[in-house]
């Protein structure tokens, strides 16, 4: 089965989990190419600039500091997603115009890929990018869905003092984190700050993703429903919450 990874270039975790998931994935699996978008919570538009101050505004000095040390240090080493693609022969697919133009489209389609996998994609797809392929297309989630949709899910379940949370991985539609479910796998909270969550949900992930991709191969996946009726959604947080994320004692690192 032909694979094509939809991303961004985040420097923090995302290269390392890729490296996890190209040794887990089924042999008769190919990465043969990977789409990495610009996209952020802020804004594809927004300088990165504007992001910053953004980021001080709302999560505060030290956050900012933490961030920025480490951003400059992934910097620093080529911790990129670009160099995870040189490194394993895997080509990037660049798109001149937004991911569902009928150019992307055909850009993507001439690779002849029989799945989608899209981890951290930062936009909606709509039908023509969704049904591109025999097999269509998946995303990953850090969430028990349909509960915790929309953005930062660890975040979200600490601030809510959840004692679980999970994985899922499921097929996209055009909705928000709304298509159904193939894999989902919980785990315990326990004692970890935001960034040892999200660490550790990547980690799951991918796994949940070798897994989902496995299902799909051979043709073995059972649905599960991402109800409407139980969802909730969350959107990026304010300076409130953030304050509010502190007085529960939670800790992003």
């Not at 887990?24 to 190419?33: D, Q, S, Y």
């Not at 899922?168 to 909270?189: A, L, R, T």
Request: proline share 4%.
């Amino acid at each position: 089965m032909r694979i094509v990874i939809i991303t961004q270039n985040d420097p923090f975790y995302l290269k390392k989990n890729l490296e996890y998931l190209v040794t887990i994935i089924p042999k008769n699996c190919e990465i043969v190419g990977c789409i990495v978008d610009d996209v952020s919570q802020f804004g594809r538009k927004k300088s990165f600039i504007f992001k910053s101050i953004r980021t001080l505004q709302i999560f505060g000095v030290k956050f900012f500091t933490y961030y920025a040390i480490r951003f400059i240090k992934a910097k620093f080493e080529n911790n990129s997603i670009r160099k995870f693609l040189a490194e394993n022969k895997i080509e990037e697919i660049k798109l001149d115009k937004p991911i569902n133009s009928d150019e992307s489209i055909k850009k993507i389609k001439s690779f002849n890929p029989d799945l989608l996998v899209s981890i951290l994609g930062g936009q909606i797809f709509k039908k023509k990018l969704i049904n591109l392929c025999e097999n269509g297309c998946i995303n990953l989630h850090t969430s028990l869905l349909p509960k915790y949709r929309g953005m930062m899910p660890t975040f979200w379940v600490l601030k809510n003092n959840e004692k679980s949370t999970g994985v899922s991985v499921f097929f996209v539609d055009e909705g928000i984190d709304s298509g159904p479910i193939i894999v989902q796998e919980k785990f315990n909270i326990g004692n970890r700050t935001q960034a040892e969550l999200i660490k550790f949900s990547k980690k799951k992930g991918m796994e949940a993703i070798a897994k989902a991709i496995n299902l799909i191969n051979e043709k073995k996946y059972k649905l599960m429903p991402n109800s409407e009726k139980d969802k909730s959604y969350y959107s990026f947080p304010t300076r409130k919450d953030v304050i509010d994320f502190k007085k529960l004692n939670k800790k992003f690192y």
